[in-house]
């Protein structure tokens, strides 16, 4: 189990380097079991090889020392959110432009429906270096899908490893839709309402696997199209 975990996660990992969703920071998860997560080593997610274990950690237990010191923020949302699989720490280029600005993106169009209304903003620039701040950021992020932290881009909270990385790619999406539209000055026009976001935000129709098998295709690693790692 833990083999295939690894492998997902340094597949998630790299997608998200390539597609410039991270760069030398930026790290991912997902859990194994009640107690246990596993984690991106601490290194840039583009420079992982293939086969490189990844590493487990307790999610009631200390955090290790040799794990990147914000994971507690992982632990944090696990604990408080059964319901999450897979946890994405990203800094993709539009999402930190909001975020620097202290806005998040509103459901403006498909891939935006994901986060209706819109996420949830930490309104602190600073790390999550500490159980305090961890603590925080999960209960800020309550039950959306992601949240934004000013200036420092955001988490991504998915039922797997695998919607976690597609919702960082459409969260990013939606950044890039929020600026245009702030651009041309426009405020509260076209926002989809809550029920064509709740009917649009589907993921039948393979919409995650396409795009599972978009984001990793190029990776060494990469198993055939259409078989889950």
């Not at 990992?13 to 991106?40: K, P, Q, W």
């Not at 960082?168 to 076209?190: K, N, S, V």
């Not at 190029?218 to 199209?225: A, L, N, Q, S």
């Amino acid at each position: 189990m833990s083999n295939e975990a690894a492998l997902r996660i340094r597949l998630a990992g790299r997608a998200l380097a390539r597609h410039g969703l991270v760069h030398a920071y930026g790290h991912c998860s997902m859990r194994l079991d009640e107690r246990t997560v596993l984690v991106s080593p601490g290194k840039p997610l583009g420079l992982m090889a293939p086969g490189e274990a990844c590493l487990p950690v307790r999610i009631d237990e200390p955090l290790p020392p040799t794990v990147l010191g914000e994971v507690r923020a992982h632990l944090a949302i696990y604990r408080r959110r059964p319901d999450v699989n897979g946890i994405v720490r990203a800094m993709p280029p539009n999402v930190m432009s909001l975020a620097a600005m202290a806005l998040t993106p509103r459901a403006r169009h498909g891939f935006g429906a994901y986060f209706h209304p819109r996420p949830p903003l930490l309104n602190d620039p600073q790390l999550l270096r500490s159980d305090a701040q961890a603590e925080t950021a999960a209960e800020t992020l309550g039950d959306a899908r992601a949240l934004l932290m000013r200036g420092n881009g955001c988490i991504i909270a998915g039922a797997s490893i695998e919607e976690a990385l597609v919702l960082c790619w459409y969260l990013e999406d939606a950044a890039r839709i929020e600026l245009a539209a702030l651009a041309a000055g426009r405020g509260d026009e076209a926002l989809l309402g809550a029920e064509d976001a709740y009917a649009r935000a589907t993921w039948s129709g393979l919409i995650r696997e396409r795009m599972w098998d978009f984001l990793v295709a190029g990776d060494p690693e990469r198993p055939p199209v259409g078989e889950e790692p």
